[in-house]
């Protein structure tokens, strides 16, 4: 690899699988990728370690096969954080401006943030991103996005915080020191999904981001360019397949399987005559594609429905006036986009490929799979003036998970101050 031009890493360590791209950095948005792998992830289940070692051999497979390809070795990389056990909420903190001058300094700014934050922390879990939604002055309903040097008597920032276990943040801290990579920096993974599947625009307008994984669904709902909602649902591909595997008594490989081939949430495009033969426990049978297709629409409607429910409840559903973006493997099934229009009654489509990430022709298409779009993410964010990340030290680092969490807060404080 030519060391002249500098290069990035990117892991997204998911339920099922471990994806990995190593990216040349021509320019902010010009990322050739150049190495990318993935390895099957036996280690983790809904998103949660649950074994140590297979999560670390996952890493260290994906790292060395995107390694071979890029003719390079990989030290230190971007990390996603699993949104699993996310919690996101709304916060905010007033603040009386004291000075003689009544105009609004950087100090109140982050004394907004840190009041915001301490009615909401609790000694088991990390802020891994708060995301200002604006800031209201002397209860003015108009708010304001940079209230530095204006004049006030009171101010309340108001915040979307995210918060994730300090034992999440530990595990992973353990995985990526036994796989031997420096962590440069680690990112809830719907923001770095977001990123990569997301136009400016839509985040501009109300957008929900809804990535299906193996194990849970996330959701992510942007308006007027920030993070509204953030939101995990314990449901996900895995409990179709065992849907199927129980209803057509067969293994969860040829559930997986047929799922894969003949899956599809829309009966109108489904053909009645069409049959599909499997394995069942007791021996080879078979199917209608329909009969197949009732089976996995049962969960995806109860998949949508829950989220359906979480939008309405935090107000957020009439507010989507781009609708959903859909991103994940689970939702690349037939018929996906329209099931989704009929039970949130929004418009929706599949999220679109970011051209900032690109490879050459024969690994393109392989890029362009959903099983790197959050990896690509990452990708990006690397290179964006807004690294809403967790300030996360590596393997050389001796200082307890703790101390590095206040690093973290700390760092987020001097960001804020050199933004505003």
Not at 143 to 157: C, H
Request: with cysteine.
């Amino acid at each position: 690899m030519n060391e002249a031009v500098p290069s990035v890493v990117a892991i997204d360590i998911g339920t099922h699988k471990v994806s990995v791209l190593i990216g040349k950095v021509h320019a902010p948005d010009n990322i050739q990728v150049i190495g990318m792998a993935s390895a099957h992830n036996k280690g983790m289940n809904k998103g949660k370690i649950v074994s140590l070692e297979k999560v670390i051999n996952a890493i260290k497979n994906a790292v060395q096969e995107a390694e071979d390809m890029a003719e390079c070795r990989v030290h230190s990389a971007w990390i996603s954080i699993p949104s699993t056990e996310l919690q996101s909420f709304y916060a905010a903190g007033r603040v009386p401006i004291a000075n003689p001058e009544r105009s609004i300094t950087t100090t109140e700014v982050v004394r907004a943030l840190e009041l915001a934050k301490a009615s909401h922390m609790t000694s088991d879990h990390y802020l891994a991103s708060a995301v200002p939604l604006g800031f209201e002055l002397d209860d003015s309903p108009e708010w304001v996005q940079n209230p530095v040097n204006l004049s006030a008597q009171t101010m309340i920032g108001h915040y979307q915080l995210m918060m994730l276990p300090i034992s999440t943040m530990q595990n992973l801290d353990r995985a990526m020191k036994g796989a031997n990579i420096f962590v440069e920096k680690m990112v809830v993974s719907c923001l770095a999904t977001a990123e990569s599947s997301l136009l400016k625009d839509e985040k501009e307008y109300g957008v929900c981001l809804l990535d299906i994984g193996a194990g849970t669904t996330n959701l992510a709902v942007y308006i007027e360019g920030h993070l509204a909602l953030a939101h995990t649902i314990q449901r996900g591909g895995e409990h179709v397949t065992r849907d199927i595997a129980a209803v057509l008594q067969t293994t969860t490989e040829e559930a997986e399987r047929i799922k894969l081939l003949y899956g599809c949430v829309d009966l109108h495009q489904v053909k009645p005559e069409h049959m599909i033969q499997f394995e069942a426990i007791d021996g080879p049978q078979s199917i209608s594609r329909i009969e197949l297709s009732e089976i996995i629409i049962a969960r995806y409607e109860e998949i949508l429905g829950l989220v359906r429910d979480a939008l309405e409840k935090r107000g957020a559903l009439q507010g989507l006036y781009h609708g959903v973006v859909l991103t994940g493997d689970v939702c690349q099934i037939e018929g996906m986009v329209s099931l989704t229009r009929r039970v949130l009654g929004v418009s929706a489509h599949l999220g679109n490929p970011p051209l900032q990430v690109y490879a050459d022709d024969q690994h393109l298409s392989a890029l362009r799979r959903s099983m790197y779009a959050t990896a690509a993410g990452l990708l990006m964010f690397s290179q964006s003036d807004m690294q809403e990340s967790v300030e996360e030290a590596g393997i050389e680092d001796k200082r307890s998970l703790l101390s590095r969490v206040a690093n973290g807060w700390n760092a987020l404080n001097n960001k804020l101050k050199g933004i505003f």
